[in-house]
T-cell receptor, first 110, second 111 residues
């Protein structure tokens, strides 16, 4: 069966510090992968999606970036975090039209 | 633009039936999802409608009318554990498939 992992589960970072969140998928090959952010009390905002290694599409211009160095690995990064980057970050993949989510990373920027 | 509307909050009583509505204005419609999200957790998949009509899955049912841009999620025999946010999401094809999420409806189930 397919499994999606994210780490860390929670993170508290100061403004201006770098960020690296990792997502890995097991049990499938060449998945479509997605990064979403959910601010407190808000809907899911699509940040990036990837259809293959090295292929990244950005949905929202901001100080975040994404990379896909391996087929089943998707990384979200920032060089300098802003207060507005706080939120719940979710990695997702698609199986037969449906998106399935990882457990998420709760990021607090202070 | 792409827009999805659903009520912000709803309250219902344990054992009752509740209907959560969702209206959408999107281009390239390719299906509609409902997800459940408990506080502090990731969304979990509930249903997927592509064609008009009602899809029943246990206590949960989902309805779609593509001509009206309307869907609802029906929850029967409400239980306390059904207290959660319910997200309506539309899959669109705009030169590539994407899923657009509504802000969600927070459902409170009271005894």
């Amino acid at each position: 069966s397919q499994t999606i992992h994210q780490w860390p589960a929670t993170l508290v970072q100061p403004v201006g510090s770098p960020l690296s969140l990792e997502c890995t998928v097991e049990g499938t090959s060449n998945p479509n992968l997605y990064w979403y952010r959910q601010a407190a009390g808000r809907g899911l905002q699509l940040l990036f999606y990837s259809v293959g290694i090295g292929q990244i599409s950005s949905e929202v211009p901001q100080n975040l970036s994404a990379s896909r160095p391996q087929d089943r690995q998707f990384i979200l990064s920032s060089k300098k975090l802003l207060l507005s980057d706080s939120g719940f970050y979710l990695c997702a993949w698609t199986l037969r039209d449906t998106q399935y989510f990882g457990p998420g990373t709760r990021l607090t920027v202070l | 633009g792409q827009n999805i509307d659903q009520p912000t909050e709803m309250t219902a009583t344990e054992g009752a039936i509740v209907q959560i509505n969702c209206t959408y204005q999107t281009s390239g419609f390719n299906g509609l999802f409902w997800y459940q999200q408990h506080a502090g957790e990731a969304p979990t998949f509930l249903s997927y409608n592509v064609l008009d009509g009602l899809e029943e899955k246990g206590r949960f049912s989902s309805f779609l009318s593509r001509s009206k841009g309307y869907s609802y999620l029906l929850l029967k025999e409400l239980q306390m554990k059904d207290s959660a946010s319910y997200l309506c999401a539309v899959k669109v094809n705009t030169g590539g498939f994407k899923t657009i999420f509504g802000a969600g409806t927070r459902l409170f189930v009271k005894a």
